[in-house]
């Protein structure tokens, strides 16, 4: 085992990093995942758990807090950028903040392409959040290897606190688990001290089973998040990957007793989706993968929902958008 | 709690269902219940109260039945009937669409005066109960209405007496009254007493839709109203969900009543995870297999067998998982289990857990509410089969666990049970779930799924779980008859005559049981005498001995010729009837001789073409594929009864044997038949046509002898799956009750002729009779 260190950008991290293992194939070749029961669960699951009132309050505060607030388009600038990291300093207007009692709180990260990652930093100089970029030719993975690791290097140099790396979708589908292996190594090494999220782009590796042996795959080599889709492809975070994933996860723990944390990304723009991803979360994970170290959400959308939600808590009415600051 | 406290702890809070709508009904109704007779409801009588078992509270006040408010009852779905029946299908459909729409559209009352009433979590009444409920008289608005056109020559039994458990108190009534009122017939239903809000409401939906009244009549009380309900005169039809006590002891009050009987009841369903299995789900999975209703469910998978490999594994990944479930007021949106239907059946379940001195119980740690009717989710692993708790239904959360080593172990484990409801299959390999669930013994079976239940799909029981099914086509077949009014079969007594031996060398007729001819083993013979008192040879007389070694023989040829393809079983029977047609001159004198009549050559072309229809049935009588809600198929499964005994028709010598054993062997069972009583010889000549026909031995046993004698063997022994009986003796209700102690499916004459010559004596109903419906989901997809 190699050693481990901590980051030091979000005050309640204290889990130690996942080192990964040996690419152990007996594990990886043994992942099942049936993919109709897994649906009858995740269709349940929204009736099963349900948060109301104060509780609703909380967890949608919770679920802020977990946001990786994105911005991943050709035509972003510096002002662009600007003005999504003043959104994450003040996720909601300040007034709703202050009936909660919840001053302070800010989104997970900021999550943006390299070349937005100076901007990004600096506008978020002196609040605590992280900058992410996406990284090694996001979001197909397929320019040449060199290149990819290469990226990272230049976004960690460039003040990247997390760098999401997009696996080689052909590896899965061939099979060929060491190459997969391999590559993830490579990119958590040129990570070092970022925090590295593998995006397995679920929605183009063909079946429940291959996210399975992904995701077992990408924690062997040392993942420190494993990540649904870069929200491009056609299908995005679903439920049921969402499950697959953190079931790995759990078994991964149980295992190494390493935790490593999981971001859904893609899809998810309703308040009420978070609140089911959140429960899904303490369900098959426990309460400890409730926390921005272990869980964000990859998403633009949906913090409008959530404002517009707490708002009607607070007042009993319901909100419009633009009642909101735009981020 | 502050957002920002819960924002640190990340609880889910309260998230009540409001009681309130359902309270106001109530309220509305005076909290004081009568029953529903004609139409309408009665003043309220003595009675009890009726409770909500989280709270202790009372909710109303029920009227006990007395015997003149189930007389009434009676007396208003009689007068009903005829006209319900001639509404013709599309009537009827109308009228259980208006249902359909009712129930959907108070759909959440419904839901929480369910859980008001019995307990069960508000997901479970909102999620599951109420919409099975109202999809099951959708679909029977469908089969109302297609009736018609595709089951033509049947008939409506005319009133039905419905009796249901307290665990799914509406999709129980909505099981029995939709199929009931599809098919023309009229009810009296009397629903638990613990749970009969939802009947009562129902009832009130009744009223406002329209339906015509007296077509369905609902009276409460306790088990004495239920007996006054089965045992009731003017009942035609019986239908009961409950306990296998209970059933029994309807069995035996109804027998020989001439009433038709379902019986849907205990179980102590396998769970059997292979280690190839996603073990994630198949945890999951026994969330919902037996923390369901508080495992209150009759084919809750309580029997986990589980691979001894992964067994331990298995069980940490459960134990973890029951920490996750959440118990308390089943008014909360956001709890697994919630409250035992009584105080009584809590201490019965801790009763028996404290019973189980082996094994390792473990039981999660959350801590109860501190009143009402709770018991914790309960695992014991480590037990074998032959401790208690793996043989006695339990009825609450508990789930006892034992390990397997191969599939055919697994199977063997599975099948070692007294029970055959339901079974659960889990494994990613589709060869090994497909060839293992054919296999289990019991009435539904779920591959990697559990409690999947449908209208389309039949539910229903093999071995003391009952009898009959209920849901689709096959359901829909137990609320229908023959059409037409039954001749009277009258007893066909033995000719007299003088003891002069027969003309020729002596022939010695001998039983014929595991395909060799076996001398009786009382020793004992009597002489068969003709029309004109001159002997015509000389019949072994078979007794309880015969019989012992006879399903012994049909036992053990039962499992081959089961798994024997239709195209061999089909080639025998072919075979059988080109050797009789060999030797038909011969058996047209026999019959002849022995009945005195001239028709002995009819009798033998029949029973030569029904051969023939036998051996066209066996690979023509598909089971259905159903149209399930679900990226799957469910399969509704023709499979064979086992051992069928059978007394056969006393007058037709040869052509009621082979009636019999035709659709038996068809089918894939085995037989013990016991030959015309007065007639004999027919059937120990027939058995060298069967020696010379490549008939394995054991799966045709022939047994000459007294009707009466041989019945209540038959009809006790454990070994014999199903007994018929056609003889003109009047056997009816001796067998019907003797089969009571091991419920075994009967089909008995009521004294009433059939026209073996003609299409009576074939088809449909031998068809259903020698088969069981064995229903297996199978959900699918990469």
Redesign the interface.
Request: proline residues 3%; glycine residues 8%.
């Given at each position: 085992m190699q050693a481990t260190d901590t980051t030091k950008q979000l005050p309640q991290v204290t889990e130690p990093r996942n080192p990964g293992q040996e690419l152990d194939m007996d594990w990886v070749m043994s992942a099942?995942?049936?993919?109709?029961?897994?649906?009858?669960?995740c269709a349940?699951l929204p009736?099963?758990?349900?948060?109301?009132?104060?509780?609703q309050?909380?967890?949608l505060?919770?679920a802020i807090s977990c946001i990786d607030l994105t911005t991943l388009a050709g035509d972003d600038t510096a002002g662009r950028v600007a003005r999504l990291a003043a959104k994450a300093r003040q996720p909601v207007r300040a007034d709703i903040l202050e009936s909660?009692?919840?001053q302070g709180l800010t989104v997970g990260a900021v999550c943006v392409y390299h070349d937005m990652i100076a901007p990004a930093r600096d506008a978020l100089a002196g609040s605590g959040i992280p900058v992410a970029a996406v990284s090694t030719g996001f979001p197909a993975g397929l320019s040449p290897f060199h290149l990819r690791v290469a990226e990272i290097e230049e976004s960690v140099k460039a003040g990247a606190d997390e760098i999401d790396i997009v696996i080689s979708r052909r590896h899965v589908l061939t099979g060929n688990w060491q190459a997969l292996y391999d590559e993830m190594r490579a990119f958590r090494a040129a990570c070092g001290a970022a925090h590295v999220k593998a995006i397995l782009a679920t929605g183009e590796l063909?079946?429940?089973?291959n996210v399975a042996r992904a995701s077992l795959v990408c924690m062997m080599a040392g993942a420190d998040f494993i990540k649904t889709s870069t929200g491009k492809e056609s299908v995005n975070a679903t439920l049921p990957v969402s499950l697959v994933m953190l079931?790995a996860i759990r078994e991964y723990h149980d295992k190494t007793g390493y935790r490593v944390g999981y971001k859904p990304a893609g899809g998810i723009s309703k308040a009420k989706d978070a609140l089911v991803y959140?429960?899904l979360m303490?369900?098959e994970l426990g309460?400890r993968w409730?926390l921005p170290d272990l869980f964000r959400f990859g998403a633009s959308s949906l913090l409008g929902d959530i404002e517009r939600q707490l708002e009607h808590h607070v007042t009993g009415a319901y909100s419009a958008k633009w009642r909101h600051a735009m981020g | 709690?502050?957002?920002?406290?819960?924002?640190d702890s990340?609880?889910?809070?309260?998230?009540p269902e409001s009681a309130a709508e359902a309270l106001a009904w109530l309220v509305d109704q005076g909290d004081r219940f009568g029953h529903f007779i004609d139409g309408a409801f009665t003043d309220p009588g003595d009675g009890f109260d009726s409770r909500n078992p989280a709270t202790g509270e009372v909710l109303a006040t029920l009227t006990q039945a007395t015997q003149a408010d189930v007389d009434a009852a009676v007396a208003a779905a009689r007068r009903a009937q005829p006209k319900w029946a001639r509404l013709n299908g599309h009537g009827r459909a109308r009228h259980l669409y208006a249902l359909a729409r009712m129930i959907q559209k108070h759909a959440r009352l419904f839901a929480v005066l369910e859980t008001l009433d019995n307990g069960k979590p508000i997901?479970e009444a909102?999620?599951i109960d109420v919409p099975l409920v109202h999809r099951h008289f959708y679909h029977h608005a469908g089969l109302a209405q297609l009736m018609d056109s595709e089951l033509p020559g049947l008939a409506p039994h005319g009133v039905c007496g419905q009796v249901i458990p307290w665990n799914f108190p509406l999709l129980m009534l909505a099981w029995k009254v939709a199929p009931a009122l599809a098919a023309g017939n009229t009810v009296v239903l009397k629903p638990a007493e613990y749970t009969s809000l939802t009947a009562l409401l129902f009832a009130d939906i009744c009223r406002r839709a329209g339906l015509p009244k007296g077509v369905v009549n609902i009276v409460t009380g306790d088990g004495m109203a239920g007996e006054m309900v089965v045992a009731h005169k003017g009942m035609d039809k019986v239908a009961f969900t409950g306990s296998t006590d209970v059933g029994r002891a309807i069995r035996r009050a109804t027998a020989g009543h001439g009433k038709a009987l379902t019986l849907e009841l205990g179980g102590k369903s396998a769970y059997i995870v292979f280690d190839?299995?996603?073990?994630?789900?198949?945890v999951?999975?026994l969330v919902d297999a037996i923390w369901f209703n508080g495992g209150q469910v009759c084919c809750a998978g309580s029997r986990l067998i589980v691979q001894e490999g992964i067994a331990e594994e298995f069980h940490r990944r459960l134990r973890t998982r029951m920490e996750?479930l959440r118990i308390g007021d089943p008014m909360d949106?956001?709890i697994?289990v919630g409250a035992i239907v009584d105080q009584a059946q809590r201490d019965r379940i801790a009763q028996m857990v404290a019973g189980c001195t082996t094994g390792h119980v473990h039981q999660v740690t959350a801590q109860l509410p501190a009143q009402g009717c709770f018991y914790p989710p309960t695992l014991i692993t480590g037990l074998q089969p032959s401790d208690p708790l793996m043989q006695e239904e339990i009825f609450g959360p508990v789930l006892v666990s034992t390990t397997f080593r191969t599939p055919a172990e697994a199977v063997e484990l599975a099948n070692d049970t007294r029970y055959g409801l339901a079974a659960s299959v889990w494994s990613?390999n589709l060869n090994l779930a497909l060839d293992v669930a054919p296999k289990l013994v019991a009435g539904v079976i779920w591959v990697?799924?559990t409690n999947l239940f449908d209208a389309a799909a039949p539910f229903g029981g093999m071995r003391e779980s009952g009898f009959g099914r209920e849901g689709g086509w096959e359901g829909l077949r137990a609320y229908l008859r023959a059409e037409g009014k039954p001749k009277p079969l009258a007893r066909i007594d033995p000719f007299e005559g003088d003891g002069d031996a027969p003309e020729g060398l002596d022939r010695t007729a001998k039983l014929y049981i595991g395909g060799k001819q076996a001398r009786p083993d009382g020793g004992y013979t009597r002489t068969v005498f003709g029309k004109s008192g001159k002997p015509v040879g000389e019949a072994p007389i078979a007794n309880r001995k015969d019989i012992r070694n006879a399903v012994e023989a049909a036992t053990g040829a039962a499992a081959s010729w089961g798994k024997t393809t239709g195209h061999a079983r089909a080639q025998i029977l072919y075979y059988i009837a080109e050797n009789l047609e060999a030797r038909a001159d011969e058996f047209a004198a026999r019959i002849d001789a022995m009945t005195g009549g001239r028709k002995g050559k009819n009798e033998v072309q029949a029973s030569i073409s029904r051969l023939f229809t036998w051996a066209a049935w066996v690979d023509k009588f598909d089971g259905r594929v159903k149209g399930v809600p679900?990226?799957?198929v469910a399969m509704a499964m023709r499979a064979p009864v086992g051992v069928i005994g059978a007394l056969c028709p006393d007058e037709a010598p040869l052509l009621g044997l082979i009636s019999v054993m035709g659709p038996a062997m068809a089918m894939g069972n085995a037989s013990v038949l016991v030959a015309s009583e007065p007639y004999p010889l027919a059937a120990t000549d027939f058995y060298q046509v069967l020696e010379t026909s490549d008939v394995p031995g054991g799966v045709v046993n022939v047994l000459t002898g007294p009707h009466a004698e041989l019945a209540p063997t038959l009809a006790r022994h454990a070994g014999v799956d199903a007994l018929w009986s056609f003889s003109s003796t009047d056997l009816s209700a001796q067998i019907e009750r003797d089969s009571a102690e091991t419920l075994k499916r009967t089909w008995v004459n009521n004294a009433h002729a059939r026209d073996w010559m003609g299409a009576a004596g074939e088809g449909h109903a031998f068809l259903d009779a020698a088969t069981e419906v064995k229903t297996i989901w199978v959900?699918?997809?990469?």
């Open positions: 099942r995942a049936n993919s109709s029961a897994i649906e009858r669960r349940t009736g099963r758990r349900s948060v109301k009132k104060e509780y309050a909380a967890w505060c919770r909660l009692g919840m063909g079946s429940l089973r079931r959140l429960s303490k369900e309460d409730l | 709690m502050t957002v920002k406290e819960i924002f990340m609880d889910y809070g309260p998230a997901r909102r999620d190839d299995a996603d073990l994630d789900s198949a999951e999975g996750n949106k956001c697994d990613e990697n799924a679900l990226r799957g959900p699918y997809g990469e």
